[in-house]
Nanobody, 114 residues
């Protein structure tokens, strides 16, 4: 069993920044893919960014150039640095670990005021 806990969400003005953290209950060194996802009201959950064990990253087009995903294996933690936030970034953000199955955190709310 793998448990993930997100933190760092909150309310920010348009153009502001937030950094989300995802702490994992076991070593992440061998987790092939960690990811951030988000779900806005009335919409399906969508991928925001992934990072592999080797450090390769990919992003949704909507966040490229604004968001940065990273991982600290020593701290069993993954991050999402979000800059230049827009009202359309408002959502509940979830982290996930993709191993033999998928493990999800409980989510953290991000609200961007215009």
């Amino acid at each position: 069993q793998v448990q993930l806990v997100e933190s760092g969400g909150g309310l920010v003005q348009t153009g502001g920044s937030l950094r989300l953290s995802c702490t994992v209950s076991r070593t992440i060194f061998t987790i092939n893919v960690l990811g951030w996802y988000r779900q806005a009201p009335g919409k399906q959950r969508e991928k925001v960014a992934h990072i592999t064990s080797g450090g390769s990253t990919n992003y949704a087009d909507s966040v490229k150039g604004r968001f940065t995903i990273s991982r600290d294996n020593a701290k069993n933690t993954m991050y999402l640095q979000m800059n230049s936030l827009k009202p359309e970034d408002k959502a509940v953000y979830y982290c996930a670990a993709h191993v033999w199955t998928d493990y999800w955190g409980q989510g953290t709310q991000v609200t961007v005021s215009s």
